[in-house]
């Protein structure tokens, strides 16, 4: 089923919609769960969440890309369940190692709580990214954004692990110095 | 700013890019189901049970492989250079701005920094000179077949400098050119941003001495 049918299934109330959708994306936000939560019940908690929100969402909203809209929902869901449970007792999930990379990444730059304008913010992320390469960009979206680990972003992109890790090395260090150089206090 | 803050703004990046990525899936059903269609998914199938038979025996080989990959971080070049190996050669290079030169090679096992360093067979360091950011991975069972890893990196150029074979390639996106080689049992990977290939060569040559 496309998705603008899927999309017009919401519209018209019908509970269709939701069983297309686990058909159809199920899987997909599934394994975006479970790289954070590292729980399939959690993770499956999670996904139905992201039904439930879609649900209340659509309408008024019409998504211009669903799967993405989903994908999104399902991301700060799954973060916030993560943030809501005893992080000290959080298990060596994707997420954790992809957070400590990034944590490391600023840590060198002596962080500070300082903050930041979300949007401002996420329009460098966006410019940095348009800088990467197509293959750069994607790694580092399939590890900060979906938390895949290191093997499963070589198995997808069909590149060594060892050219993964330095490609995600590289791109921190230029995500770093970038965003120093666009004022932004680390 | 804080991680959190990064990586919810990472969330919140346009969605082509989110996409980007996913559709890799998309593209391997599309072709699965071509070729399925086309009556290759029996053989396939086939291939797939004769070639489990052949490899299964070999599974055992690999349980060592589960161990994670580890880094660890720091924060100035001093630090850096005290873990590598004796004789190591980058002590003796000078990088420009931008510029990495990568190493693969034994770990200095008894480092207390290092618990479970008998896990891994080898590590990698990318020192990156100007920014002083510098990192250690170790790698369970890495490979260090030099010429696989080279066509992997699509590194297809070769050149022979004083015996040792150079696998290099100039990548026209990022404007650099990235080299791949052995030396004394040791693996590295150079990646210098400049377009001409003799500078290149300049500098694994001094490395080599």
Redesign the interface.
Request: aromatic share 8%; glycine share 2%; with cysteine.
């Given at each position: 089923m496309e998705d603008t049918q899927i999309i017009d299934l919401y519209f018209s109330r019908s509970e269709n919609a939701i069983k297309a959708t686990e058909s159809k994306y199920g899987q997909y936000c599934k394994t975006i769960a479970n790289n954070i939560l590292c729980n399939i019940n959690d993770s499956e908690e999670c996904v139905n969440d992201t039904y439930l929100q879609t649900w209340n969402s659509i309408p008024p909203t019409r998504p211009n890309n669903f799967k993405a809209f989903l994908a999104r929902i399902t991301r700060n869901l799954s973060l916030n369940k993560l943030k809501s449970k005893n992080t000290n007792k959080r298990k060596i999930s994707e997420y954790s190692l992809a957070y400590d990379e990034l944590e490391n990444m600023l840590s060198t730059a002596q962080t500070t709580d300082a903050y930041v304008d979300e949007i401002f913010l996420k329009n460098l992320l966006d410019e940095f990214l348009e800088t990467l390469s197509k293959e750069s960009r994607m790694i580092f979206i399939g590890r900060y954004w979906y938390f895949d680990s290191i093997s499963e972003i070589s198995k997808k992109l069909k590149i060594s692990e060892s050219k993964t890790k330095m490609s995600l090395l590289r791109t921190r260090n230029s995500l770093k110095d970038y965003l120093q150089k666009e004022g932004v206090v680390l | 700013?804080?991680?959190e803050?990064?990586?919810?703004?990472?969330?919140?990046?346009?969605?082509k890019?989110?996409?980007?990525?996913?559709d890799?899936?998309e593209i391997k059903k599309v072709y699965l189901k071509k070729y399925l269609k086309q009556g290759i998914g029996l053989v396939a199938c086939l291939v797939l049970i004769i070639a489990s038979v052949f490899t299964l025996p070999m599974l055992n080989l690999f349980e060592n492989q589960t161990v994670?990959?580890q880094?660890h971080?720091f924060?100035s070049y001093s630090q850096f250079v005290e873990v590598l190996p004796e004789n190591n050669l980058l002590k003796n290079i000078s990088l420009e701005k931008f510029n990495?030169v990568?190493f693969?090679g034994n770990c200095n096992v008894g480092n207390n920094d290092y618990y479970d360093t008998e896990n891994y067979s080898s590590f990698?360091m990318?020192l990156?000179k100007d920014?002083?950011?510098s990192?250690i991975?170790f790698?369970p069972n890495?490979?260090k077949d030099v010429k696989s890893?080279a066509e992997?990196?699509s590194l297809f150029e070769t050149i022979t400098i004083d015996t040792t074979v150079v696998y290099y390639s100039y990548?026209i996106?990022?404007e650099y050119y990235e080299a791949l080689f052995m030396y004394d049992s040791d693996l590295y990977?150079v990646r210098l941003e400049e377009k001409d290939e003799n500078k290149l060569f300049n500098l694994i040559e001094d490395m080599i001495k």
């Open positions: - | 700013m804080n991680c803050h990064l990586i919810k703004a990472i969330g919140d990046i346009n969605e890019y989110i996409l980007e990525y996913a890799i899936y994670k990959m880094s971080y924060d990495e990568a693969i990698e990318v990156s920014n002083i950011t990192e991975v790698t890495s490979n890893i992997n990196q990548n996106d990022e990977d």
